[in-house]
């Protein structure tokens, strides 16, 4: 068993106990962005809750708390929606591009019992090292609003590197590498050599 935490806009805070593999499974099922059925006190109350949070063990990733959220199903919440990659993007094989995701959630806002599980992101579009799915690209209900502006990349392809290409270009004739400092050195060199001169002179002209 596990400890909870059970609290609402119009329920208290109520301490409970939950177990922990019907928890764990339940979560992997529901998320955080899907309402559950809570049984309350040997099923004499019932709950419609999100899964509000989680406290995992630091070094196993067990749980460790959990709490449930009774939300107003008359009033609309916001809540974090995770996105769901399929297929593969064809730029990927035909240009050995790499397949970028810039996002795993989306926030988003609706009433209580109308909250997606998930949004499904199919990166079968991405057929050239230019195309980008974004937030546009989703399947929004019409009583669901996203947070999120229309443009926001959600995945792309980036290009792939050309560095062994450069390497193997031919240095043309004549074309050296500049040495860092060996400008200023040469320089100083020189100014050096100028002032010798100017006190050899000197020197000369004192002894006639």
């Known amino acids: 068993m596990i400890p909870a935490v059970l609290y609402g806009a119009k329920r208290k805070s109520t301490p409970l106990f939950v177990s922990k593999d019907a928890f764990e499974k339940l979560y992997k099922e529901a998320g955080e962005s899907t309402l559950i059925a809570l049984d309350i006190d040997d099923k004499k109350d019932k709950a419609s809750v999100l899964i509000y949070e989680i406290q995992r063990h630091p070094l196993t990733g067990d749980v460790m708390h959990a709490d ?36 795993y959630t989306v926030n988003v806002k609706a009433l209580p019992q109308n909250l997606p599980h998930d949004f499904e992101v199919n990166v079968e579009k991405l ?13 929004i209900p019409k009583d669901v609003e996203i947070l999120h502006e229309g443009g926001t990349a959600i995945a792309m392809i980036s290009r792939p590197e050309n560095v062994e290409e450069e390497l193997e270009k031919p240095i043309e004739e004549g074309e050296e590498p500049e040495v860092v ?28």
């Open 181 to 208: 400092g060996e400008k200023e050195k040469e320089e100083k060199e020189e100014e050096t050599k100028e002032e010798k001169e100017e006190e050899t002179k000197e020197e000369e002209k004192k002894e006639e």
């Open 127 to 139: 057929k050239t090292l230019d195309d980008v799915f974004t937030v546009d690209d989703l399947q």
């Open 68 to 103: 449930f959220f009774e939300p107003n199903l008359k009033e609309e919440v916001e809540a974090e929606v995770p996105l769901n990659f399929i297929g593969e993007a064809p730029a990927v094989k035909e240009f050995e591009g790499t397949l970028v995701k810039n996002m």
